[in-house]
């Protein structure tokens, strides 16, 4: 896989343009279902063992997911509950991830103001941040102002931005579609967006701000793609969360006979499918690993058949 | 300074009655401004000699602040950016200031979806957490259900939820401001959280949900008050941020011949002073600690006094 480029959206597009698939394999590790052979202790979440398990498990998905998939995406959250531990070992994962050339979004909706969110920045974004992601989500309540430091480390390190704008859980309605002036605030910040996203476009035609827009409300994703015709959307849901691929491909466009525009996310699905919690956890590394590799290649292989069908 | 109740909310309201003063003193680690002599090594933000440095300032902050002040809030950002180090240093200064009797309130302002939310939670506000803070901010732009598990913590285990309301930055109009059927969505998110914290009151009356009210507009604080009316309000903005006392305690009412409910913040203000940071850098540990300690005692006596006055 060639990463020629320093820019996010144009090393993406390539990385899914020559491995025929837009999906992002999300790194969520729900504990209880991480096979007991990798020595996670649930009685002990901050302990070294369990991170020690949790970065052996995301290894080996890593080890499994490179050359397959273009991207994946830490859910920081899971790592944060193992404490300082868990960190470290998100560092380290992060680091093997981007050493087998994927490249890594990192999951963590940050927002905050002025020097705030140039320390959040700081902690993700840059060449020397201890824990160094191409991409990062974002949050955009707090306003266009607090985007800035995170527009500022794209223009200067050609990182990826994903502001949350549709959500795809059930409460996303409360305040995300509410009306102002006729059109709905997911709408509105979408549109407040636009100018930015424009200005971060790369060689590919695609910007460096992207947007989340949830699978479950695919209807939602071609009123964004009106607004932002060239920003990325990161699409959550399918899956686990029950979309199928043509409602998360929605807001894709055609480009050279393929559907473009995003990649497609699946965390829980494809880590650990849709058994049973205790015999996810009972059964052998092996036999995870086997099944694991299974679930992956029939998610990429549907997603990949999906944009391509469009040609 | 007796903590007796198990409600945040009850042992917010009794300290700051015992001591007087609603002051928060902000944890916000500028590492540009720490004295020398703490030994943070900007050119080397991951190491153990940042962290360490961080950590033995904060300890002499908490150390003065124990005894005179209610609470204390950690910005998490500024401990994210020097990695995992600087989560241990974290805890460890959280663990600090309980020990010291001091209530914490963790800046972080996640918000996430299901079981990314319950991660949170687990994080920073069960017992068993490996940072586990008395009270955390939230954001509300992915709606109620996001909430839930916040909630929920809240009600097992007595802890504060700060929610996003009307921040203090310029660009916080640009949605949350925004009209929804004639009123700016901070005041819709306000009204949708009223009933939720109806459900968190304790015995002092006030509830453990709370909201964020930026002290730079305080005709909004008011508007928020009478859709809140049991809501402790968190005023960010005091101090460095350039907002007087008075704006900042307008969304506070009269009970027991004083004002109360919510806590005004100061972070840099206090912890700095508002000189050139070169000078603030090359202070003696002894010089910052005579200065900070000036500046923390007359803090204190102003929002001591201007509580104190309306009686």
Chains 1, 2 share one sequence.
Not at 68 to 87: C, H, N, S, T, Y
Request: proline share 5%; charged share 20%; aromatic share 8%.
């Amino acid at each position: 896989m060639a990463v020629a480029t320093w820019h996010f959206a144009d090393r993406f597009i390539e990385a899914s343009r020559s491995l025929g698939n837009p999906l992002c394999v999300g790194l969520d590790p729900h504990l209880e279902r991480i096979p007991h052979g990798f020595g996670v202790r649930l009685d002990d979440l901050g302990g070294e063992a369990t991170a020690n398990g949790v970065e052996s498990f995301f290894v080996a998905v890593l080890d499994s997911c490179a050359g397959k998939v273009p991207i994946v995406k830490p859910q920081i959250a899971f790592f944060e509950q193992l404490g300082w531990r868990g960190i470290r070992a998100l560092e380290r994962i992060v680091a093997h991830a981007r050493d087998r050339g994927l490249l890594v979004l990192l999951d963590a909706k940050r927002g905050d103001i002025g020097s705030t969110a140039q320390a959040y920045a700081q902690s993700y974004l840059w060449p020397e941040s201890p824990c160094h992601a191409d991409a990062l989500t974002l949050n955009p309540y707090l306003g266009l102002d607090s985007l800035e430091p995170f527009v500022a480390a794209s223009r200067s390190h050609g990182v990826g931005l994903f502001v949350l704008a549709r959500t795809s859980n059930p409460g996303a309605s409360d305040f995300q579609s509410l009306l102002v002036d006729g059109e709905p605030l997911y709408q509105r910040v979408a549109r407040a967006l636009a100018p930015v996203s424009d200005a971060l476009r790369g060689a590919s035609g695609w910007s460096n701000l992207g947007v989340v827009a949830g699978a479950t409300y695919p209807e939602e994703s071609e009123r964004l793609r009106q607004v932002l015709p060239h920003t990325l959307f990161l699409v959550p849901g399918y899956g686990a969360q029950g979309a199928p691929v043509s409602s998360a491909l929605r807001g894709f466009v055609r480009h050279g006979g393929r559907l473009e525009g995003g990649m497609v996310s699946s965390s829980r699905g494809i880590l650990f499918g849709t058994g049973p919690l205790e015999a996810s956890r009972r059964s052998s590394v092996a036999e995870w690993h086997r099944d694991f590799v299974t679930r992956l290649d029939t998610s990429r292989d549907e997603v990949g058949a999906a944009v391509a069908l469009a040609g």
